[in-house]
């Protein structure tokens, strides 16, 4: 079955408008986990006659108007903030920060994390893939397309200091890359928006990174996603890895609008095993653009404002004459040994969904488990993030990312 590309199958809501997952809850860390991929399975299926194929989607209607306006919290989640990941080529530091899981430990009201507070730099071991890094002063007269990451009156909850007692040993866990959004040229890891995304990945069980990388104009293609290469290298450095107790095996990666662009190129960059060097075991992307060519043009209304933000990444005149273009679009990375995506659009935005419904078309075209959910309405990147939407991109996490319940080391 391949229906119109333009629309997709609607099957409404999981679960019932302004309705929240119980607090006892869990995903990776219990036996729910073949439930839920089967019910979801079961749901597509009845609900559509056939598997989801081509650009098929689920499409829900948002409860509320998304992260903005019930920006969550986490006081219990610990956040070790401006760990060096690297240097760039330039001799820029690469900073990132941590959010680390509360792991309940199997004695009464005790938590504990086994992770230090040392905020040093582990060393850089990462190489740059043979990218070069060239730089650019550009045209920063471009419109502002951001994901809205730059303003918010929400007030960040205090950094926490992770309780340390290395008398515990913890299983390890999976661990996610988180990537800001901001059109490549703006963002922060610790603005509060991301640093409530870097929270709650956390508070579903992973080690989440919230990572800077070198922003346009003065840094352009491929300097951002040769750092976010560097960051994923850097949790499978064996001393992280300890430190932070993380599955080395069991990495993923969530970004958003510009941040979607990167990880979903980190996902379809490289072939082979997604446990080795700046390979990721799982993707979700919301809003990301995919085809940066003269040829994205035609996917949809690209506005001129938002051309001009990509020459100024992409460090060209004009999309006719700009080899880098194409490198820069994972649209034309899809290869059948990448991994799983859960990839979420809006149908009205900034970005045209023609962006993700051709990348989800190749994706499954090559064999890759992908989820597609749309949402009706304008909101971009992370302003989809409602509890509904949290709990989905939450459950892809935990099918994808399957590890030992969290806890000690007996």
């Not at 034309?332 to 979420?344: E, Q």
Request: glycine content about 8%.
């Amino acid at each position: 079955m391949r229906p119109s590309r333009l629309r997709t199958a609607r099957l409404g809501s999981l679960r019932p408008a302004n309705s929240s997952r119980p607090a006892d809850s869990s995903r990776p860390h219990t036996g729910r986990i073949a439930s839920i991929a089967g019910a979801l399975t079961a749901l597509l299926f009845v609900a559509t006659g056939c598997s989801l194929t081509g650009s098929d989607s689920e499409t829900l209607t948002p409860s509320g108007t998304g992260l903005y306006s019930e920006l969550a919290t986490y006081p219990d989640i610990p956040v070790v903030e401006n760990v060096q990941y690297g240097v760039a080529s330039d001799g820029t530091p690469l900073m990132l920060d941590v959010c680390l899981p509360a792991t309940v430990v199997d004695t009464a009201d005790s938590t504990t994390d086994g992770s230090t507070t040392d905020d040093s730099a582990t060393g850089d071991s990462a190489t740059d893939d043979g990218a070069s890094d060239d730089t650019s002063t550009g045209d920063d007269s471009a419109a502002d397309i951001s994901d809205g990451s730059d303003t918010t009156t929400a007030t960040p909850s205090p950094t926490a200091t992770p309780d340390t007692d290395t008398s515990i040993a913890l299983k390890p866990r999976a661990a996610i890359v988180s990537v800001h959004g901001g059109s490549w040229a703006r963002g922060d890891k610790s603005n509060v928006n991301w640093r409530s995304v870097c929270q709650w990945l956390a508070s579903e069980g992973y080690v989440a990174v919230s990572v800077n990388y070198r922003l346009a104009p003065a840094s352009i293609f491929p300097s951002a996603i040769t750092d976010i290469r560097k960051a994923v290298r850097w949790l499978r450095d064996a001393d992280v890895v300890a430190k932070y107790s993380i599955n080395p095996d069991l990495i993923g990666a969530f970004g958003g609008s510009a941040g979607g662009n990167l990880v979903s190129l980190l996902g379809t960059e490289g072939t082979g095993d997604l446990d080795r060097g700046s390979r990721v075991a799982a993707v979700a992307e919301l809003s990301g653009p995919t085809d940066l060519t003269e040829n994205g043009r035609d996917l949809g209304i690209l506005s001129d404002e938002f051309e001009q933000v990509q020459l100024q990444y992409l460090g060209c005149g004009n999309l006719a004459d700009c080899p880098r273009a194409r490198t820069a679009s994972p649209l034309y990375d899809v290869d059948d040994t990448d991994p799983p995506f859960f990839v979420g659009h809006s149908i009205d935005e900034r970005i045209p969904i023609e962006q993700s419904e051709a990348f989800v078309e190749e994706l499954r075209d090559e064999g890759i488990d992908t989820t597609f959910v749309t949402v009706d309405g304008t909101l971009h990147s992370i302003a989809m993030l409602n509890a509904e939407m949290r709990d989905r991109i939450a459950d892809f996490f935990a099918a994808k990312l399957v590890t030992e319940v969290p806890g000690v080391v007996p």
